[in-house]
């Protein structure tokens, strides 16, 4: 499967939007941040299939449970492609010891969630996550935070694993 991440990261798709987008069959996940490409749940290398089960909130991998993943490429039904690019921005912020305000560069991460049919290689779902919002302070240690929570709630909702939501 890891052989096929690039493939995967690139396959191309006709546009057909569903309504209401539904994952069917087995399942990959292939992720491209800023062109690092990763398949969800396998080893950079291919050799591991990790089972470990989903953790919600601190979610970057492993966004659904284990046994919906296909293990190779011709058992792929539903292909969800995760395409996250970095960008920047800047603000005004003050520096209070020194009484003065400047312009600040910071980065922000926008991803696009694309839900493919992968036999028809149909997009049936697509969804953009993430904000750019500036940083309340920056520092040595401010970095730019994937949307992570955001990609895994709706692929929850479009797996049809979304608790329902009180009314």
């Not at 697509?126 to 970095?143: A, F, H, L, M, W």
């Amino acid at each position: 499967m890891v052989a096929k991440k690039e493939e995967l990261s690139k396959f191309a798709t006709t546009e057909k939007l569903s309504k209401t987008p539904k994952i069917k069959g087995k399942i990959a996940i292939v992720r491209n941040s800023d062109g690092d490409i990763a398949i969800d749940r396998f080893s950079e290398d291919g050799a591991t299939f990790d089972t470990t089960p989903t953790i919600t909130v601190e979610t970057f991998n492993n966004f659904l449970p284990a046994e919906i993943y296909a293990k190779t490429p011709d058992e792929i039904d539903t292909l969800i492609k995760i395409d996250c690019v970095t960008k920047k921005d800047e603000a005004l912020y003050s520096d209070f010891n020194s009484n003065r305000e400047e312009m600040k560069i910071y980065e922000y991460v926008i991803c696009d969630v694309g839900i493919v049919d992968y036999k028809t290689a149909t997009l049936i779902g697509k969804k953009q996550v993430g904000r750019n919002e500036p940083p309340r302070r920056i520092d040595s240690r401010t970095i730019a935070r994937h949307p992570w929570n955001e990609i895994s709630a709706y692929l929850a909702t479009v797996s049809g694993r979304a608790k329902p939501t009180a009314k």
